[in-house]
């Protein structure tokens, strides 16, 4: 048995933040603890209470006076694109054509696509990351070394092998059977292997036939238990060619509606330019839009509007989406974020920002009683936050205070350096020797 005692400023939420001064969202203890057994949660609360329940040989992990939250979650994001990031000048097709469609080419080599996934998983967990949804290539062999790289590190991650059957370079194509077959061999390898789960991931209505997209249609309906992503209405020339590839289709969201692919396990990642029956769509399917602000901003391609989906009743999510995302980091991610609401007269407090990383995005992915909190029975997913990492941040906290004020300060100075360490399953990660070498020989 494996028992450690984390020590800091405890933070959790249990619900959305109604305002700055909502403190029933969430459990704050100035000096608190988090019990960690085999990997789950036991306790968590004021230190002096959780250290009666440890056992004699816990081990004390002593992080104040840092803040210990719910490790992030990032919902949308392409693991391929890790080397492509900050490629400059185009929008989002010609930046696929000319930076995207090469660089994923690679991914048919199983050494190359295993490389960039230790790489990226190791990006993920310094800035705080412990889950993620991801693309993969059209290549099998991607996915293998995604959800290999993750395993060894115990991380709870989901992704799946993008499907292209057109509009793309003959070396990223499959075929609507190809992409079934494919598809339908590495759900049965990964999905619910540990803590893998799988997305199927049609990668938007321009790369995918009608064939495609009803093979597509027949893996969600043979599979309900995985996710779904594809993308939606990132960009206005976008737009225009997927419903002129879809020409009875409603509207753009209707291309995915009628192939039965809209469902509460469903991300879509943009969701930028949509109209309100698209918005009512989504909220009657559960279907959930991912924003994301740092890509949304370098391809120049809009500004989510967060007012229009809370006031139909749909669900949304925050994301990076690495590549055309700038940074691996969710704090910086949220940093945009506040901006690009704040362009369109919305306010997004530091509290929503931190329940959006965490609790937020577990309820999106349905995964609540999972991740995304510091509740009893969660598997112990935590990240210890500095927000005196920076000497700049470090000479701002002079003047902090409140908690709201100092996790404003970490969202719009923060980067990974804040992040001074993180837990996955109840492991130390980050700089530890050896970390992901122990745990492939604990799993051997």
Aim: net charge negative.
């Amino acid at each position: 048995m494996t028992e450690r005692l984390i020590r800091g400023r405890v933070l959790s939420f249990v619900a959305e933040p109604q305002g700055i001064d909502d403190t029933a969202s969430y459990r704050y203890f100035e000096d608190g603890a988090v019990l960690v057994r085999d990997g789950r949660i036991v306790e968590t609360g004021d230190h002096a209470d959780v250290r009666r329940r440890a056992g004699a040989d816990v081990e004390i992990c002593d992080h104040r006076p840092n803040l210990v939250l719910p490790g992030l979650i990032d919902t949308h994001l392409h693991f391929p694109q890790t080397q492509a990031i900050a490629s400059y000048g185009a929008q989002l097709l010609e930046w696929l054509n000319t930076y995207i469609f090469v660089e994923e080419q690679k991914f048919a080599e199983a050494a190359h696509a295993g490389a960039v996934a230790d790489r990226f998983m190791d990006e993920l967990l310094s800035n705080g990351t412990t889950t993620a949804v991801a693309y993969c290539s059209v290549h099998p062999e991607s996915v293998d070394a995604y959800f290999t790289a993750a395993e060894a590190r115990g991380m709870r991650m989901i992704g799946g092998k993008v499907m292209m059957d057109r509009n793309a370079p003959d070396a990223l194509r499959d075929t609507p059977q190809q992409g079934y077959d494919e598809t339908a061999a590495l759900i049965g390898k990964w999905h619910g292997r540990g803590r893998a789960r799988y997305a199927i991931s049609p990668r938007f209505a321009i790369t995918s036939t009608p064939e495609q997209m009803e093979m597509s249609q027949a893996l969600v309906a043979e599979n309900p238990t995985c996710y779904v992503q594809t993308h939606l209405s990132e960009n206005h020339e976008e737009i225009a060619f997927a419903t002129s590839l879809y020409p009875d289709a409603k509207d753009y969201t209707d291309i995915y509606a009628r192939y039965g692919l809209l469902n509460e396990r469903m991300l879509l990642g943009h969701c930028i330019h949509l109209s309100d029956r698209e918005i009512g769509v989504l909220a009657e399917t559960r279907s959930v839009a991912v924003f994301c602000p740092t890509s949304n901003l370098f391809l120049g391609s809009g500004l989510f509007d967060r007012d229009r989906f809370d006031k139909a009743g749909a669900r949304w999510s925050v994301a990076t989406d690495v590549g055309a995302g700038t940074s691996f980091s969710m704090l910086e991610t949220m940093d945009e974020a506040y901006k690009v609401l704040h362009l369109n007269g919305q306010k997004l407090t530091p509290f929503n920002s931190f329940y959006r990383m965490t609790l937020g995005n577990a309820r999106a992915l349905g995964l609540e009683k999972e991740i995304g909190t510091l509740d009893a029975g969660t598997e112990a997913d935590i990240v210890v936050l500095d927000s005196r990492a920076k000497s700049a941040m470090e000479y701002r906290m002079r003047t902090a205070k409140s908690l709201a004020e100092e996790l404003f300060i970490l969202q719009t100075m923060g980067d990974d350096r804040c992040v001074a360490q993180v837990y996955v399953a109840g492991r130390p990660m980050k700089g530890t020797a050896g970390a992901v070498k122990q745990r492939v020989l604990e799993t051997a």
